[in-house]
């Protein structure tokens, strides 16, 4: 069974590097690029959802998602709105719900830093800023009591910002369970991939 790999926002597929050289059935893992799946489509979540889900959809068989931040909301609406195509969840460092006063100041933050740092992640400064900024309605609360898939929920231990919304997130899917990584911020897939990779291997083999 294939197990897809999502990325951050400040983030691109080699974000994964680290952990995949740890990974199970390396043969089996796809990490797609979020970004090009917009190309040439307004730069929105909404877009870049749609056409997400139109990917996974393509795949004519059950995935095991796993995604961080980002890629984190991306997978669990999936998971809520098409049930038949998750087969399981790792949502590291997300939210179902975005904090709209946490998001306007990072989006400000977005707005003073140099182009350059955003063609890194494959992205024009104007576009990274217009997809940020669509996300801040987001709120996937209502659906979380339908998702019957088994779940993961992630978070590093330094990640003040996300640890509390984890625990929830936790409390609120009846199939998930959760777990801290040592050693680890937001990123975790950068700051501990061994300790991530032995996580998902031994989720998804479960």
């Known amino acids: 069974m294939k197990t897809i790999l999502l990325h951050g926002l400040g983030q691109t597929p080699s974000s994964w590097d680290s952990t995949i050289q740890f990974l199970e059935q390396q043969s089996e893992i796809i990490v797609p690029d979020l970004f090009s799946f917009i190309k040439g489509n307004p730069v929105k979540y909404e877009s870049l ?39 399981s969840l ?29 063609k890194q992640m494959g992205m024009a400064k104007r576009d990274f800023i217009s997809l940020s900024e669509s996300m801040t309605d987001i709120d ?35 199939t998930a369970e959760i777990c801290l990584v040592e050693k680890a911020g937001h990123e975790v897939n950068i700051d501990n991939p061994q300790k991530l990779a032995l996580l998902i291997s031994d989720f998804v083999k479960q």
């Open 49 to 87: 959802y749609s056409a997400f889900a139109e990917y996974c959809i393509h795949f004519h068989e059950p995935l095991n998602l796993c995604g961080l931040s980002l890629g984190g909301i991306l997978a669990l609406r999936l998971a809520i709105e098409h049930p038949e195509i998750v087969h």
């Open 140 to 174: 996937l609360e209502n659906g979380l009591g339908c998702i019957q898939c088994r779940t993961l929920v992630i978070c590093g231990e330094k990640d003040k910002a996300n640890k509390k919304a984890s625990q929830v997130l936790q409390k609120k899917i009846s």
């Open 90 to 118: 790792i949502l590291i460092g997300a939210r179902y719900n975005v904090p709209k006063i946490l998001f306007k100041i990072q989006n400000g933050i977005f707005k003073l830093m140099p182009d350059q740092t955003f």
